[in-house]
């Protein structure tokens, strides 16, 4: 399955981001924890320090219990086990108020009240690991959304603003024929690229159709100023052979002369063929039955079957009307049945069928699939023992194309199936 440029190109900005969303997430884990520690370290100092100014001057014994009973994270605690100075760490603490165990940085610190040596605990309650991981996941969620969004975004408006020119340019392509349509008229863009791309696409098609346009008109001209020397050739072989005291060897020689310029002839008339259909000469159309055309096809190839022992199976003739030109129906028809015939082995088959969608002929031949890519392409030579020019494919095809139908061949059950479908 195919996808487009800017989609793979978003998927690989994507997974980029996923990937520094997660190598950064531990980092980002582990500076806001250190951060909060942080504040909460000077938070607790500060807290001492107000203490030991506002306080702890004038405190008596007297007011320990009561200052224990108003405050939750500021307590005096009489105890044997007095640190000699300041200390920092971790505790969990019952809170009764919420009826769970929090966290709490706790800093102790050895006091004086009266000369009687106590201990002030300050404490601070922390957010939890889990509280903080859960609403980092879900910052990070929210980013790649919203980068994901933002992409996707972008990418839209690219494909539609900076991509416009290169659709543009895929379409007129898509839609050129060598032959049959005008070129492409590519339409001016502001990007570098693109504009590289349509200029030597320009000069390419532009070279292509000179090309196209000079093979054209050479093989015309070759066409018709090989009919008078052909014409000649003929009349002197025609003479050479009236002549009354020609030898056995000689009247064999003259028979293969004939042979090949009974070719030469077949080859002039297929190239002047599709010359005119290049040019679209055969402009008379009519409503023929294709059925009509193939009957009286048969009967005219019936002989030539009957030399090679070839069985002509008829499965079905449906009545198809189609709109076309009847010297171009019965080229097509002809060219089609002599492929089937010229191909086949002795005692062969061919199989004929028509029915409203496609024509159907299938025949017997040689047991490997003809190269399919190579079949419709002129003067592509099925086989090297027949005297077909390679030209008798290229015509149904040139035809066909004309009218707007598809030839398709397949090799199914050692049969050498050719359809012509019509919708």
Do not use: C
């Amino acid at each position: 399955m195919h996808r487009k440029l800017l989609h793979q190109t978003l998927r690989g900005y994507l997974l980029f981001s996923v990937i520094i969303l997660l190598i950064s997430m531990p980092f980002a884990y582990f500076l806001m924890q250190k951060l909060h520690l942080d504040d909460i370290d000077e938070a607790l100092f500060l807290r001492k320090k107000e203490f030991q100014t506002y306080h702890l001057p004038a405190f008596s014994l007297s007011e320990i219990p009561q200052w224990n009973k108003y405050n939750r994270d500021i307590k005096i605690i009489d105890t044997l086990k007095i640190p000699q100075k300041d200390s920092l760490f971790f505790q969990s603490f019952y809170d009764e108020l919420d009826a769970e165990v929090e966290p709490y940085r706790v800093l102790f610190i050895p006091i004086e009240i009266e000369k009687k040596p106590f201990l002030l605990l300050i404490r601070h309650n922390l957010i939890e690991n889990e509280d903080l991981a859960f609403n980092l996941l879900g910052l990070y969620a929210g980013l790649l959304l919203f980068l994901l969004l933002g992409l996707l975004g972008l990418t839209q408006y690219f494909s539609k603003r900076l991509w416009q020119s290169f659709y543009h340019t895929l379409q007129q392509l898509e839609t050129f024929e060598l032959g049959k349509t005008a070129a492409p008229n590519f339409e001016q863009t502001k990007t570098e690229e693109f504009e590289r791309l349509n200029t030597v696409l320009r000069n390419l098609i532009e070279k292509s159709i000179s090309i196209f346009q000079n093979q054209k008109e050479f093989i015309e001209n070759a066409a018709h100023e090989l009919q008078t020397p052909l014409a000649v050739l003929q009349a002197k072989l025609d003479v050479f052979l009236q002549m009354p005291d020609l030898s056995q060897t000689q009247m064999q020689a003259l028979d293969s002369l004939y042979d090949l310029l009974a070719r030469l002839n077949r080859l002039n008339k297929n190239l002047l063929l599709l010359s005119k259909i290049d040019k679209q000469t055969f402009h008379t159309l009519e409503n023929i039955n294709l059925k009509e055309v193939i009957e009286n096809q048969i009967s005219f190839f019936e002989e030539q079957a009957l030399q090679k022992n070839i069985t002509l199976i008829i499965n079905g003739l449906e009545n198809k009307w189609v709109q076309a030109n009847l010297t171009l129906i019965e080229i097509l028809i002809s060219n089609l049945l002599l492929n089937a015939i010229r191909h086949n082995h002795e005692n062969g088959k061919i199989n004929i069928s028509l029915s409203h969608k496609k024509l159907h002929i299938s025949n017997t031949g040689q047991a490997n699939a003809l190269p399919a890519n190579k079949l419709f392409q002129r003067f592509a030579k099925i086989d090297t023992s027949t005297q077909g020019n390679g030209l008798g494919l290229a015509i149904i095809k040139k035809i066909a194309d004309l009218y707007g139908w598809q030839v398709a061949y397949t090799f199914e059950n050692e049969l050498h199936v050719f359809e012509v479908v019509f919708e």
